[in-house]
């Protein structure tokens, strides 16, 4: 099993920046890609990004490219979402996901990982 724990969201105007964490436990030798989704009230968990368990390759969805990077820390077993130029469109509950697979690197589908964080709140004031 995977544990894995978002921290870093908050409260930021528009126009500023965050830097989400995703820490993760257990048996981390055993995944893959990571990847970073959010969701709103009444809508679907929306794909933002993913980076090859080897952090050599990075894939985001196309609202967030120039904005948003995602990186990781091998030794710290961690993985960051910088979010810069921030826009209140973008408030959602932030979510990290693993996947064991470590051949498909770009997974963009929830059903697609195996594992979950609890989620953090991003809220973006104009």
């Known amino acids: 099993q995977v544990q894995l724990v978002e921290s870093g969201g908050g409260l930021v105007q528009a126009g500023g920046s965050l830097r989400l964490s995703c820490a993760a436990s257990g048996r981390t030798f055993s995944t893959g890609t990571m990847g970073w989704f959010r969701q709103t009230p009444g809508k679907e968990r929306e794909f933002v990004g993913c980076?090859?368990?080897?952090?050599?390759?990075?894939y985001y969805t196309d609202s967030v490219k120039g904005r948003f990077t995602i990186s990781g820390d091998n030794a710290q077993n961690t993985v960051y979402l910088q979010m810069n130029s921030l826009k209140p469109e973008v408030t959602a509950v932030y979510y990290c996901?693993?996947?064991?697979?470590?051949?498909?690197?770009?997974?963009?589908?929830?059903?697609?990982?195996?594992?979950w964080g609890q989620g953090t709140q991003v809220t973006v004031s104009s």
């Open positions: 996901a693993a996947d064991r697979d470590r051949v498909t690197v770009v997974k963009t589908a929830p059903g697609e990982y195996d594992y």
């Open positions: 980076i090859s368990w080897s952090g050599s390759r990075t």
